[in-house]
């Protein structure tokens, strides 16, 4: 017993000649009458011709109207004005024109595979004259038209803002509309009012001019914050140290900037590296920031170290602690050159009071942060310079040239007026960052920049979790494959429960399994999104990953068969014709269609299943912004 009726669309409206004849014939009865049909017979003759006249127009017409749709749609464009009515409730996203796809397309979309679509069109001129609007797909675009065309009504395609807590993947080859479907989630951001942080590796100018005009329509003239490194006198300043609620953040968000495929062991190292200056500076009452941990790590530990231990004894024994007996005999004795230094670079005063804390001051009065920095003082440097050797080209590009003055701001700089931000002071003053990582010319810086910035937000994630958020951040990850990590995973895992709505956009499955260091890993990661935006694809796991998602539908197979047959007799001939409709499970969405969609076209699944075909327009973000890096206003 098949679950629905089967239908078969593509095929010639004979229904139209049906209806022909039986106008036709109702003229006929009509012009006939009185003079040959008599009038009790006419008027029951025509009551049978005329509806069977309209019911098989009706019939005949909705096969015109199905294949109407086959020559697929031409790319559109749209203000961003226009934008701003279709989404006009802030509760809602809107992401496209299309409609929700059901068993009955997959249907047709078999079917079609099975002929060429191309006999199957319409006439656009007949089409006309019937009422349709005809803007066919051209030729010299890319995919197939009819993938969109197999329903011949679209709507606008919008699902509650709360399905988007659990965060979207937007995956799709180059060229194929990532960025068309970023414009249009970042405009509706913007406009909601929230805190908007984009990630862009590869400085889209068509992307920064639509983030300025959301600016410039919906939000105040100081919202919007751009950051370039190769551009650093025209962005601001960023600090992703600032904020932080114990000193091992600062350690842990810098080692997330390590490459993936580091060693354990050396990550660890450079996890403690960083803690044990972070540790020394703090308890010195001094900020750190990146360019400071560099200098101390590359250069040693040994001013830290020294001052540490200086403010140290003078709480231990006072404003007088320099007489002490005891040290004074070891610093005479560390002035000859008695005591050996395990550091070339230190001076005879610090060797004295490290040999004074490790043998007058008793374990109970230690302090942890003084043993952490005297065990690295200890350490063999040549050993100590290649278990951190992980860590300082990664910190060395961060901290060079006018790259360094912008991730470590110096607020007492008066030459500098550029305005230094950090993600505590973005939030809550609502603005909207634009990062241009520029991964082209410097992928590993970009990298780096990235991740750290990913790491800075997941501490501000928990933060926002343990004390209660604030405004609602939507986060916006292009090319997510240069610049995953560990803290940007638990961003999608845990990161609606602090407020952070995110969406990532990459091209294959492969891009991000080679950044992880396994197809496992990649999926893992993906595994904690709950929305999918997939556009035209040729990567066979991707491909395969998508079609997971949408699941499998029954289909209609029809077989039919001719059997002849004839025996020895003259005259005798069987002919058995029969005709077998059955039901097989099969992809809801053919596998090798998604690498022939056209570009801006799509398929979804959201809000815990639905799924949806749909298309995007172009957004006209109007004029290319001025020198100072502000849009014109909207016409």
Not at 294 to 314: N, Q, S, V
Not at 584 to 602: A, H, R, Y
Not at 604 to 619: D, I, N, P, Q, Y
């Amino acid at each position: 017993m098949l679950m629905r009726s089967y239908e078969m669309p593509w095929r010639s409206p004979m229904e139209l000649v049906a209806s022909a004849v039986w106008w036709g014939a109702a003229l006929g009865t009509l012009a006939l009458t009185p003079a040959t049909v008599p009038q009790r017979l006419a008027l029951p003759l025509l009551a049978v011709m005329i509806p069977m006249g309209i019911m098989r127009a009706r019939q005949g017409l909705r096969i015109i109207g199905v294949r109407a749709a086959l020559s697929g749609r031409a790319m559109e464009k749209i203000t961003t004005r226009r934008l701003a009515q279709l989404a006009s409730d802030p509760d809602m996203v809107v992401f496209g024109f299309g409609f929700e796809w059901q068993p009955v397309h997959s249907q047709r979309l078999y079917e079609l595979a099975k002929v060429d679509y191309r006999e199957l069109r319409i006439p656009p001129q007949v089409l006309r004259l019937l009422g349709y609007v005809v803007e066919p797909q051209p030729d010299g675009e890319i995919g197939l038209p009819y993938i969109q065309g197999v329903e011949q009504r679209e709507t606008l395609l919008a699902r509650p803002l709360q399905n988007f807590e659990g965060g979207t993947l937007v995956v799709g080859t180059t060229q194929s509309g990532k960025g068309v479907c970023l414009g249009w989630l970042i405009t509706q951001a913007i406009r909601r009012g929230d805190v908007v942080i984009i990630l862009d590796p590869k400085n889209s100018k068509r992307l920064r001019r639509l983030v300025e005009r959301a600016c410039a329509d919906y939000r105040e003239e100081d919202t919007f914050l751009w950051f370039h490194p190769a551009f650093p006198e025209k962005g601001v300043r960023l600090d992703f140290t600032f904020n932080w609620q114990k000193p091992t953040e600062i350690a842990s968000r810098i080692q997330s900037i390590l490459p993936p495929d580091t060693a354990g062991a050396f990550s660890a190292f450079g996890w403690d590296a960083v803690n044990v200056v972070t540790q020394g500076m703090v308890r010195l009452e001094r900020r750190p920031n990146l360019m400071k941990l560099t200098k101390y790590i590359e250069a040693g530990i040994e001013p830290i170290l020294e001052e540490t231990l200086k403010r140290f004894f003078e709480e231990l024994l006072g404003r007088g602690w320099r007489t002490n007996p005891d040290l004074v005999r070891l610093l005479e004795k560390a002035r000859k050159g008695s005591i050996k230094s395990p550091s070339p670079v230190a001076s005879a005063e610090l060797v004295a009071f490290v040999e004074y804390y490790e043998r007058h001051v008793h374990e109970s009065r230690h302090d942890k942060a003084i043993d952490s920095q005297v065990r690295v003082f200890r350490h063999n440097r040549e050993h100590y310079q290649k278990i951190t050797a992980n860590l300082l080209p990664i910190l060395s590009m961060l901290t060079s040239g006018d790259l360094g003055r912008s991730l470590s701001p110096e607020p007492f700089d008066a030459s500098d007026e550029r305005p230094i931000m950090n993600l505590e002071k973005i939030e809550r003053g609502g603005h909207v960052l634009l990062m241009c990582l520029d991964s082209l010319p410097d992928p590993a810086v970009a990298s780096a920049i990235g991740a750290m910035c990913l790491a800075d937000l997941a501490a501000r994630s928990g933060i926002r979790y343990n004390l209660g958020g604030h405004r609602r951040i939507s986060l916006f990850v292009d090319e997510v494959s240069n610049v995953i990590n560990q803290p940007l995973i638990e961003i999608m895992n845990k990161g609606a429960e602090g407020g952070i709505y995110t969406t990532v956009a990459m091209q294959t499955i492969a891009d991000l399994a080679k950044r992880l260091g396994s197809q496992e890993a990649a999926r893992m990661a993906l595994g904690n999104l709950n929305n999918l935006i997939a556009f035209r694809t040729k990567d066979q796991p991707t491909q395969e990953f998508v079609n997971e998602t949408f699941g499998q539908t029954a289909i209609h197979n029809m077989k039919v068969g001719r059997n002849t047959a004839r025996d020895g007799h003259l005259g005798d001939f069987t002919l058995v014709e029969s005709t077998q409709i059955a039901e097989e499970f099969n992809e809801l969405v053919p596998t090798s269609l998604l690498g022939k969609l056209p570009n801006l076209q799509f398929f979804a699944s959201v809000s815990g299943g639905h799924l949806c075909k749909g298309r995007f327009t172009l957004l006209d973000p109007g004029p290319a912004p001025d020198e100072g890096g502000t849009a014109e206003a909207a016409p």
